[in-house]
């Protein structure tokens, strides 16, 4: 799926006339290889359609440094991010309407304005069939923001998709049935969405179609609802060109349009994919079948198994009517394969793997049969076909996903690729110059005054504690429970309206009739009504939560078969990583007779604090004391409240939460005197003095991770 890139975010070279000029030559001689197999009238054609094409990409997508350009013939229209380009296809602009035309490059300018998918976790992009959800959803979401910014649009959104989606439809069906061999039924519930889209926003309200799989039509009754209100969240074209207000601060527009985006994106994550997953799913074991099918027809055609390509184990579980059927489609399938070879004179592309079998023409017995076959056979052959399955179900949905029209700026992958690219650049570059390496990291080239000493020293013990593979070792294990934590902390921590509407707009997808019944009584004209209402956005809760471990030497000591401190770090991946995800504030400070700053308020989660953190355990056994040199286990836990809690009062969060994940064994060093730092003492401080939430679980003795975040999630529940 193709994306632009802000031109903020574009690196430019210093203005130099040669290149430049190298530049523009370049171009124009591409451009005439180009139309070189057009006729001298198709040019003219061809170039006068590009000329009224790029003013309406330019009035769109609000950025008059754009430049539409002409792709291969054939190579279809997409949005370049990397360099920032349109590229229009010259044959649809000979075969096309102009107004088919119009709504192709303002639909291209519209997602150029109002769609983001950046902030997308990669681990959810890469989820099989997540892209193609959000393609069909954010299509027409991008729509409705062009058409109500100009309503012109309208028109042309009617002459295009009669023809285009049917068109487009039907192209994308035809390939699921030749490379998959059957129409997949993530593909088939977004269509779906799209057709609702269509009809109700020429004011026709359609039930779902009768003729779809029943597993489809359940997933898109249960989830219309939830696409619909995702695809109606949008910027005015107000809030997209000057921004706006969120939560009382005046943002840019940019920053309306991401927080918009967002919006839309949690929508599609938290109610429509579970539904959607369900198809996903059930699509990737049909997927598995066609693979093992596909691995038959190669038997069949080497001479094994007797010539049948039918595995024995599976034989005895089919009926002698069954195994025909199962060796005709094997038959055809190949026969099939034979043609296209014959008829492209040349091997064709993926046979080798086998061609795909119209699973259709099998029987959901039979069907059901072989899918037990695949559960029955040794784990590493399961794992084969798995694997073959997800590559050919990948392969399909990127095709989806550039078919669609649907062109979003830079997803995560090509995010990650194209820093990964700028990184590998820069030390290309440092290299190249002969230069000392770029300090990434978080250390002082030498600490700067006495005040600073501690900090400093802090840091570098961090660079030499830091071990990401720790981390992710930990992490791996605890993720199901991370993704369940984030789900059910979401509601507390984000708080979505979806059923309210702002009103007094001039333009919007419903109209206030008592209002405008009150105009009319005014006198006021329809062309000056402010009746109409939209989607509110809705406005996330502040919160800034501290999380305090506790790295003390008695956290070595084992709790039931683990040691605490394994537990306890296990709790605090799950915390950490489920509130980064919500996008929730987080400190992680650990602490024993001294204080480590692993993640602070207003960074997020990152590679490099993963590292950090996966020092803990180093911390927890270095258990030296820094002022006698003696071994002892020390844990100034008022201190480290008390310091903790000063640092999150200066936040500016409405809620401010403190949680604290200790063994509860003080033992006070002579930097921090109990009689000082009394925990006691401490605590009420803060209860009375300040308006911060301590979230205390006790001693984490003798607890699991499950738990301990299951206590926390209550306490979570009561006090947010």
């Known amino acids: 799926m193709e994306k632009f890139r802000p031109q903020s975010e574009i690196p430019r070279k210093e203005p130099s006339a040669k290149p430049e000029m190298v530049y523009h030559a370049l171009e124009r001689k591409k451009e005439k290889d180009l139309l070189a197999e057009f006729t001298p009238e198709q040019q003219v054609e061809i170039k006068q359609k590009q000329q009224i094409l790029s003013s309406l990409a330019y009035f769109i997508g609000k950025d008059f440094r754009i430049p539409v350009e002409l792709n291969a013939p054939g190579a279809g229209w997409h949005w370049d991010f990397e360099n920032n380009v349109i590229k229009i296809d010259p044959k649809t602009l000979l075969e096309k309407s102009m107004d088919e035309l119009r709504y192709l490059i303002c639909h291209e300018g519209g997602h150029r304005r109002v769609s983001r998918t950046e902030f997308i976790p990669l681990e959810e992009w890469r989820q099989p069939g997540f892209s193609a959800m959000t393609n069909f959803i954010e299509d027409p979401r991008n729509d409705n923001f062009v058409e109500e910014s100009y309503p012109k649009y309208g028109e042309n959104i009617d002459a295009a998709w009669g023809s285009f989606f049917e068109q487009e439809k039907q192209k994308m069906e035809d390939l699921a049935i ?100 369900k198809l996903i799913d059930a699509d990737m074991e049909d997927q598995k079948m066609q693979e093992l099918l596909k691995d038959m027809q190669q038997d069949q055609q080497e001479g094994q ?30 026969e099939d394969a034979k043609k296209e070879q014959e008829e492209a004179f040349e091997p064709v592309e993926g046979m080798a793997s086998g061609k795909a079998i119209d699973i259709k023409t099998l029987s959901e017995e039979l069907k059901q049969k072989i899918k037990e076959h695949i559960e029955s056979l040794p784990e590493d052959q399961q794992k084969e076909i798995a694997e073959k399955a997800q590559a050919a179900f990948k392969e399909f949905e990127d095709a989806l996903n550039e078919e669609l029209r649907g062109k979003l700026s830079e997803n995560p992958e090509q995010k990650e690729k194209r820093e990964q690219e700028e990184k590998e650049n820069q030390q290309g570059d440092q290299q ?120 003390s030497g008695s956290m070595r000591e084992k709790s039931l078969e683990n040691r605490k401190i394994d537990e306890t770090f296990k709790s605090v991946i799950v915390l950490a990583e489920a509130l980064n995800r919500l996008e929730v504030s987080v400190e992680v400070v650990g602490f024993n007779d001294d204080l480590y700053e692993y993640q602070t308020f207003g960074q997020s989660m990152s590679k490099q604090i993963r590292e950090h953190m996966g020092g803990m355990f180093k911390e927890v056994e270095d258990s030296c004391c820094k002022n006698c040199g003696n071994e002892h286990s020390e844990t100034d836990l008022g201190w480290a409240t008390k310091t903790a809690a000063e640092r999150l009062a200066k936040q500016k969060a409405a809620r401010k939460l403190l949680i604290t994940l200790t063994d509860g064994k003080a033992t006070e060093s002579s930097k921090h005197p109990r009689q000082e730092f009394s925990p006691e003492k401490v605590k009420q401080e803060i209860l009375d003095q300040t308006d911060i939430v301590s979230i205390d679980i006790g001693s984490i003795a003798g607890k699991t991770v499950d738990q301990i975040i299951e206590q926390l999630k209550v306490l979570l529940e009561k006090n947010v």
Do not use: C
């Open 178 to 277: 030749q490379k998959l061999g059957t129409k997949p039924r993530f593909m088939q519930a977004g269509y779906e969405y799209i057709r609702h889209w269509f009809n109700e926003r020429k004011g026709t309200m359609v039930e779902v179609a009768e003729d779809l799989p029943d597993d489809v039509k359940a997933a898109v009754a249960a989830t219309l609802e939830s696409a619909r209100d995702s695809w109606l969240r949008y910027p005015s074209r107000q809030e997209a060109d000057n921004g706006g207000k969120i939560g009382g601060k005046k943002v840019d527009g940019e920053t309306m349009v991401k927080e918009y985006a967002k919006t839309s994106y949690e929508i599609n994550r938290d109610e429509v994919w579970p539904e959607f997953k």
């Open 432 to 551: 190249t110059q002969g230069g000392a390496p770029i300090r990434t990291g978080v250390l002082r080239a030498e600490p700067l005054d006495a005040e600073n000493l501690r900090a400093y020293r802090e840091r570098l013990k961090r660079e030499v504690n830091k071990d990401e593979n720790v981390y992710e070792q930990y992490r791996r294990e605890v993720l199901a429970l991370i993704d369940k934590l984030e789900a059910d902390l979401r509601q507390i921590f984000v708080e979505r309206t979806m059923t309210k509407w702002k009103g007094g707009f001039k333009s919007g997808k419903r109209i206030d009739i008592k209002k405008r019944l009150q105009e009319k009584g005014q006198q006021i004209p329809a062309m000056e009504s402010h009746a109409w209402q939209k989607r509110e956005r809705p406005d996330k809760k502040d919160y800034a939560i501290s999380l305090l471990v506790d790295l």
């Open 305 to 334: 198994e007797g010539g049948q390509g039918l595995p024995q184990e599976l034989k005895d579980k089919l009926a002698p009517e069954e195994q025909q059927a199962l060796k005709e489609a094997i038959k055809r399938a190949i």
